[in-house]
Every structure is written in structure tokens, then in C-alpha cells.
């Protein structure tokens, strides 16, 4: 199966908060790994930026992360680890198909 959709949330912590952020996020991504249309969800810090952390889910397609991004699951996270950080950044890709092009 191809990835035809992608979300990405690029997370900047507020040092001092990373095991709390750690937790929140791990649980998010357990839970979105479930999801229908989900290939995979998964979290990466910078090596170069240690407090620059990057979330990726990735989609069988755009309806599958349109249901995501509509069921308030991001709004929630994103509420949630604001807390914990200096700067959050939501991006979300769809694969343009050969008629769109």
C-alpha cells in the first residue's frame, strides 16, 4: 500500500519538559497507529536540535487523514503539549494523483 497523505507537527520544547511531552506524544501515537487508513505514525527528535522533536502520520489516503484532522484528535494533542512547548507547526500533504497533475 502507497502513502498518498502525510501530517507532519514539528515541536520546539521548552527545556525542562521533555518527559512530559514524551509521555502525551507516545500515547497519541499508539493511539493514531490504530486508526482506519493509518500506515504509521511515528515520532523523531533532531539530532542537530535536541529540543526540535517531529511527529509524521502517514495515509493510505486523503480521507483517511481528513477523518483524522476532523475528529479534533490533532486540536487535542496540540492543546495538550502547549504546555510543554515554545512552538508547534502543523503541515499536511496529499498526493496530487495523475489527473490532478
Same mark, same amino acid.
Given at each position: 500500500m502507497?502513502?498518498?497523505?502525510? /501530517? #507532519?507537527?514539528?515541536?520546539?520544547?521548552?527545556?525542562?519538559r521533555?518527559?512530559?511531552?514524551?509521555?502525551?506524544?507516545?500515547?497519541?501515537?499508539?493511539?493514531?497507529?490504530?486508526?482506519?487508513?493509518?500506515?504509521?505514525?511515528?515520532? =523523531?527528535?533532531?539530532?542537530?536540535?535536541?529540543?526540535?522533536?517531529?511527529?509524521?502520520?502517514?495515509?493510505? /489516503?486523503?480521507?483517511?487523514?481528513?477523518?483524522?484532522?476532523a475528529?479534533?484528535?490533532?486540536?487535542?494533542?496540540?492543546?495538550?503539549?502547549?504546555?510543554?512547548a515554545?512552538?508547534?507547526?502543523?503541515?499536511?500533504? =496529499?498526493?496530487? #494523483?495523475?489527473?490532478?497533475?
Amino acid at each position: 500500500m502507497s502513502i498518498q497523505a502525510m /501530517n #507532519t507537527l514539528e515541536i520546539e520544547v521548552i527545556e525542562g519538559r521533555e518527559d512530559e511531552l514524551s509521555r502525551s506524544l507516545q500515547a497519541c501515537i499508539a493511539h493514531c497507529q490504530r486508526l482506519p487508513g493509518c500506515l504509521a505514525y511515528a515520532l =523523531v527528535r533532531s539530532s542537530r536540535h535536541p529540543r526540535l522533536w517531529l511527529i509524521s502520520g502517514y495515509w493510505e /489516503n486523503p480521507e483517511a487523514l481528513a477523518s483524522h484532522c476532523a475528529a479534533g484528535e490533532l486540536d487535542a494533542l496540540i492543546w495538550e503539549i502547549g504546555r510543554q512547548a515554545l512552538s508547534i507547526r502543523f503541515m499536511r500533504y =496529499v498526493a496530487q #494523483t495523475s489527473e490532478e497533475a
